[in-house]
Every structure is written in structure tokens, then in C-alpha cells.
């Protein structure tokens, strides 16, 4: 299978080229280089040249250090999530390539009203329509609205990623890093779980439209420090702030979302997903330090 990737340099783009490999499949990257992604013409030529046999969008604005930075570059964050997919899907439609973009968990805050987690067919409560979120979350709600009619589609949404190797866009290194830390609970995503999924997907013959890629069930930030000092990887003495308005006040420039995701869908359709608390004791029972890794 030729797969077309964009976003390949990326912390997600590098799990999906990584797994591609192991997989034997045929990678392809489009970097900035190759072409102009925001070009319809451009796109839709260069890939009709590749012949691909799907394509992954992994290409995005996140910001960083987190989403704050969001706030400061609005032109390059609306164009990365919100555009970029509405040109890709006119581009595989008029191709007639399957694809798979990868979204994000954060276009939802807390739990439903039932108490419940949110699916896939619950509108997202944290965006533009409803004025409340980071301009991130607006951006990734709005790039998902851009693909609501695109066929041979997969939408992957992507939660506040976790791995086993210690750097700076791991949840658990954030967690053992930051100053102090926001009780919240969340879903989350073991990243190589996630990439393992999405390309589940294609192999599978998985029916396209959008799936929650958590691992089941949801995680306190509290639970996480508790796994942490149990693991022996981090014996700081961790701080927290008093509630949100204090990480707001001290630590934020636009508000987060915490929320809880229901994967039972993609569970469903066959792909592993084990639970998070498991997932995210045994990505610390396997730890690779950040000196380790980058030796
Ligand atoms: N990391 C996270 O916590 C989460 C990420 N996501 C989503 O996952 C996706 C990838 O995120 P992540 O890997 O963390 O982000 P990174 O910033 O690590 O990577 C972004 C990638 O997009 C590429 N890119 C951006 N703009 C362009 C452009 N105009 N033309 C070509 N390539 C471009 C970058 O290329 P270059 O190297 O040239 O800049 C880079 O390869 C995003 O859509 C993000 O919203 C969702 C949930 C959580
Ligand atoms: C800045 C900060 C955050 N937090 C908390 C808030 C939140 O619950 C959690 C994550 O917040 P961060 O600011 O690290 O990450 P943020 O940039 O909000 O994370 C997001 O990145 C984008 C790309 C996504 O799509 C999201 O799914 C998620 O992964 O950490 C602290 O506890 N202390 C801090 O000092």
C-alpha cells in the first residue's frame, strides 16, 4: 500500500512514519518543499503523480510549547486546522484516494449531561459556536466541520498524546515538568495505539467517518501522579494550583480542554484500544529517559 503522508516531520507524522515502516508499506512525504499543500491545483497534481493509494494528513498548527502560543500566530493556526483539511478533502474526492486526518479530543470540555462520555455523534461543546475555547480548539472544530460530506474519510481524533519515551509533547513528561498542575480529568491517547488504530483502519476495511482514538475510560491528574511516584521515574513533590481560575491566572493565557471521550465505537469496529490506566502504567513500567532516547 502507498501511503502519502503530510505532516511526516511532525511529533504524530513521526509514529505514523515509524509504524509504516513496520508495517512494509510504501511511505511517501509531502513537505513544504514539494508543494504548496494549500493548492488545490498543486496538491491534486502532485499526488495524482504519486499514485497514491491513501493519504494521512498529520500537517497542523498546535503550537508550542502548548496551545497558549496558538493565540499569538491565529493567521497559520486557522489556515493549518480548518483550511488545510477543506483542501485535501475537494482534492482525494476529485482523486478518489481514502484518507484519514488527524483531529483532536479538545473540541469538547467536561462530560455530557448524562455523565456519559462524548461519541462521535455529539456536536463539539468547546468552539467558535459556543465562544468558550482556545483559538486551537476553534481551529480543530471548525477543520472537522470542513469534512462533514467528505467521502472516503477518516476523522482520528487524537487526545492529549502519551508514550513511553520521555520529551517535551508527552503528556507524562509535561505531568513530571511543569511547575504545578491542573486537577482535571481527561481521556487520553497512547500515541503508538493511536497511529496503530489509524492505520487499522485501512487495513481493516474499518467503515469510514470519525473516531474517538482514546484509550477507554479517563485518567485524574492526580491518578497520573500517583502511577508516576509509584514507578519510581519522577520523585519530585508535585504542586498543584488551587482550581482553574489560579492555572488561569498564573500558568494559562487561554482556557483548556478537559474532557472524557467515548471510544466504544472504535472499540466496536475492532481496534485495540486498551484501557488508559493500564496504558499509561506500563508506558512508565517501560520508560526511556530523554537522554536515553536521544542518544
Ligand atoms: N500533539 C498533540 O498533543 C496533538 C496533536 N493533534 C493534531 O495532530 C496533528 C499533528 O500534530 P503534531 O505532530 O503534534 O504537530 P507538529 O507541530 O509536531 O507537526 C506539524 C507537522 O505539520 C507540518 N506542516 C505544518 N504546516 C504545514 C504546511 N503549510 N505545509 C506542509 N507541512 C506543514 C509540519 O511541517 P514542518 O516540519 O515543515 O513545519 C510538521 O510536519 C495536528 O493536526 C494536531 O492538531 C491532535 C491532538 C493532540
Ligand atoms: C501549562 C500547564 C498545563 N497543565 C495541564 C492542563 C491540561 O490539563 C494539560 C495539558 O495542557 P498543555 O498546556 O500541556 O497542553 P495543550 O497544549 O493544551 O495540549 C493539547 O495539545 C493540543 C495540540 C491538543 O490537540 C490537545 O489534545 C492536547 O494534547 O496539562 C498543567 O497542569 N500545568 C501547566 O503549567
Same mark, same amino acid.
Given at each position: 500500500?502507498?501511503?502519502?503522508?503530510?505532516?511526516?516531520?511532525?511529533?504524530?507524522?513521526?509514529?505514523?512514519?515509524?509504524?509504516?515502516?513496520?508495517?512494509?508499506?510504501?511511505?511517501?512525504?509531502?513537505?513544504?518543499?514539494?508543494?504548496?499543500?494549500?493548492?488545490?491545483?498543486?496538491?491534486?497534481?502532485?499526488?495524482?503523480?504519486?499514485?497514491?493509494?491513501?493519504?494521512?494528513?498529520?500537517?497542523?498548527?498546535?503550537?508550542?510549547?502548548?496551545?497558549?502560543?496558538?493565540?499569538?500566530?491565529?493567521?497559520?493556526?486557522?489556515?493549518?486546522?480548518?483550511?488545510?483539511?477543506?483542501?485535501?478533502? +475537494?482534492?482525494?474526492?476529485?482523486?478518489?484516494?481514502? %484518507?484519514?486526518?488527524?483531529?483532536?479530543?479538545?473540541?469538547?470540555?467536561?462530560?455530557?449531561?448524562?455523565?456519559?462520555?462524548?461519541?462521535?455523534?455529539?456536536?463539539?461543546?468547546?468552539?467558535?459556536?459556543?465562544?468558550?475555547?482556545?483559538?486551537?480548539?476553534? !481551529?480543530?472544530?471548525?477543520?472537522?466541520?470542513?469534512?462533514?460530506?467528505?467521502?472516503?474519510?477518516?476523522? %482520528?481524533?487524537?487526545?492529549?498524546?502519551?508514550?513511553?519515551?520521555?520529551?517535551?509533547?508527552?503528556?507524562?513528561?509535561?505531568?513530571?515538568?511543569?511547575?504545578?498542575?491542573?486537577?482535571?480529568?481527561?481521556?487520553?491517547?497512547?500515541?503508538?495505539?493511536?497511529?496503530?488504530?489509524?492505520?487499522?483502519?485501512?487495513?481493516?476495511?474499518?467503515?469510514?467517518?470519525?473516531?474517538?482514538? !482514546?484509550?477507554?475510560?479517563?485518567?485524574? !491528574?492526580?491518578?497520573?501522579?500517583?502511577?508516576?511516584?509509584?514507578?519510581?521515574?519522577?520523585?519530585? +513533590?508535585?504542586?498543584?494550583?488551587?482550581?482553574?481560575?489560579?492555572?488561569?491566572?498564573?500558568?494559562?493565557?487561554?482556557?483548556?480542554?478537559?474532557?472524557?471521550?467515548?471510544?466504544?465505537?472504535?472499540?466496536?469496529?475492532?481496534?485495540?484500544?486498551?484501557?488508559?490506566?493500564?496504558?499509561?502504567?506500563?508506558?512508565?513500567?517501560?520508560?526511556?529517559?530523554?537522554? !536515553?532516547?536521544?542518544?
Amino acid at each position: 500500500m502507498r501511503i502519502v503522508l503530510l505532516g511526516s516531520s511532525g511529533y504524530v507524522g513521526s509514529e505514523f512514519r515509524t509504524q509504516i515502516a513496520a508495517r512494509n508499506g510504501e511511505l511517501v512525504s509531502i513537505g513544504r518543499s514539494d508543494c504548496n499543500v494549500y493548492d488545490a491545483k498543486q496538491l491534486s497534481k502532485h499526488l495524482h503523480r504519486l499514485s497514491a493509494d491513501a493519504l494521512i494528513n498529520c500537517a497542523g498548527y498546535t503550537g508550542k510549547p502548548n496551545v497558549d502560543a496558538c493565540e499569538l500566530d491565529k493567521t497559520n493556526c486557522l489556515a493549518g486546522n480548518a483550511v488545510l483539511p477543506g483542501v485535501i478533502a +475537494e482534492v482525494c474526492a476529485n482523486l478518489d484516494i481514502p %484518507w484519514g486526518h488527524v483531529s483532536s479530543g479538545c473540541i469538547y470540555t467536561g462530560r455530557r449531561e448524562d455523565g456519559d462520555g462524548f461519541s462521535e455523534a455529539d456536536p463539539p461543546n468547546f468552539s467558535f459556536r459556543q465562544d468558550n475555547c482556545s483559538f486551537y480548539s476553534g !481551529t480543530k472544530a471548525l477543520g472537522e466541520e470542513m469534512l462533514v460530506d467528505a467521502p472516503k474519510c477518516f476523522v %482520528w481524533r487524537l487526545r492529549i498524546p502519551f508514550s513511553n519515551v520521555d520529551g517535551p509533547r508527552n503528556y507524562l513528561t509535561k505531568v513530571m515538568r511543569y511547575n504545578r498542575l491542573l486537577q482535571a480529568e481527561n481521556s487520553l491517547s497512547n500515541l503508538s495505539d493511536f497511529v496503530s488504530a489509524a492505520l487499522d483502519c485501512f487495513e481493516n476495511k474499518v467503515p469510514y467517518g470519525i473516531y474517538n482514538l !482514546t484509550n477507554p475510560g479517563s485518567v485524574t !491528574t492526580r491518578q497520573v501522579v500517583q502511577w508516576i511516584q509509584e514507578s519510581g521515574v519522577c520523585d519530585k +513533590e508535585f504542586e498543584f494550583f488551587e482550581n482553574e481560575e489560579d492555572f488561569m491566572a498564573k500558568a494559562a493565557s487561554t482556557p483548556r480542554s478537559n474532557c472524557v471521550l467515548d471510544s466504544s465505537k472504535a472499540v466496536a469496529a475492532g481496534l485495540s484500544l486498551p484501557p488508559v490506566d493500564e496504558s499509561v502504567k506500563a508506558a512508565l513500567q517501560a520508560w526511556i529517559s530523554e537522554s !536515553t532516547a536521544n542518544a
